[in-house]
């Protein structure tokens, strides 16, 4: 499975940005997706997963109230709605994939992951 994010950009803090991405193929019905960031000199951080169904989603504590991840009818794409951002949100954001289920996707234990798209938070 290949993904590709977009939607990354330059935006003024409290502002905001949706990032979709989307799978070459439609994934197993069992595979979450979620995103993780990684801003420069910092290990990767989860940001928040989706179970194959929708029904089940978590999201990092820094991110809560703030971000909403939702999937499409066809599976294939994953969307993270942004606002309110923060400086502290500036990062690379990548879109990935797990078998085993949101919480591994929480975890970082991950099956598939995409290049990223930048999202730089300007204060």
Known sequence: VQLQASGGGLV????????????????SSN?????????PGKEREFV?????GG???YYADSVKGRFTISRDNNEKT???QMNSLKPEDTAVYYCATAR??????S???????????QVTVSS
């Open 100 to 105: 085993a289920g949101p919480l591994a996707i």
């Open 12 to 27: 003024q803090a409290g502002g905001s940005l949706r990032l979709s991405c989307e799978a070459s193929r439609r994934p």
């Open 107 to 117: 975890m970082l234990r991950l099956d598939y992951w995409g290049q990223g798209t």
């Open 31 to 39: 595979y979450a997706m979620g995103w993780f960031r990684q801003a």
């Open 48 to 52: 928040s997963s989706i179970s194959g």
């Open 55 to 57: 029904g089940t989603t």
């Open 78 to 80: 994953v969307t993270l």
